[in-house]
T-cell receptor, first 113, second 114 residues
């Protein structure tokens, strides 16, 4: 069975500091991996996805994530946080060729001025 | 607006009543998904359509829940005899159905059962 674990339900950083949101997955087959962002009162928006091509994936708004098979991790990073990055972030896994997506519990990012 | 739309955005109902939600996906998308999201949790998969065919249902979807996508376009999710535990955000998403399958989410319908 697939699962996703996001370490830390809340992360707080200062504006301009590095953002690191952690995600570990469990999957018996090569997965697709995703990071979504959810702003208040809005739907989820895709930040980036891993689909078995390059292990370092670049997304929108300066975010990137690295797929590490040996660590079963897909951590999300951004070099310099902006106030507008404050939101909830979800890591998700889907079987290669599948459809069912399993989401983590989410990490709420706070950005301090 | 060419995104996924959901109606209503908010629904307050009394326990035991039936409710129906509608989702209009992006027009060329073959796949449509329903999720449920409760406070502090990520979305939980409920069901999935490939065109008009419902191909997968989660065990979370009890017999009080039914979903349809009659013409492979919009979809409805009905909850019969609502219970307080049904209170949640119900999310709809759609995708093209290609291999990488990015899902585009609607804004959700927030259900409150009193």
């Amino acid at each position: 069975a697939q699962s996703v674990t996001q370490l830390g339900s809340h992360v707080s950083v200062s504006e301009g500091a590095l953002v690191l949101l952690r995600c570990n997955y469990s999957s018996s087959v090569p997965p697709y991996l995703f990071w979504y962002v959810q702003y208040p009162n809005q739907g989820l928006q895709l930040l980036l996805k891993y689909t078995s091509a390059a292990t370092l994936v670049k997304g929108i708004n300066g975010f990137e994530a690295e797929f590490k098979k040996s660590e079963t991790s897909f951590h999300l990073t951004k070099p310099s946080a902006h106030m507008s990055d404050a939101a909830e972030y979800f890591c998700a896994v889907m079987n290669f060729g599948g459809f069912k997506t399993i989401f983590g519990a989410g990490t709420r990012l706070f950005v301090k001025a | 607006d060419t995104g996924v739309s959901q109606d209503p955005r908010h629904k307050i109902t009394k326990r035991g009543q039936n409710v129906t939600f509608r989702c209009d996906p992006i027009s060329e998308h073959n796949r449509l998904y329903w999720y449920r999201q409760t406070l502090g949790q990520g979305p939980e998969f409920l069901t999935y359509f490939q065109n008009e065919a419902q191909l997968e249902k989660s065990r979370l979807l009890s017999d009080r829940f039914s979903a349809e996508r009659p013409k492979g376009s919009f979809s409805t999710l009905e909850i019969q005899r609502t219970e307080q535990g049904d209170s949640a955000m119900y999310l709809c998403a759609s995708s093209l159905g290609d291999g990488s399958d990015e899902q585009f989410f609607g804004p959700g319908t927030r259900l409150t059962v009193l």
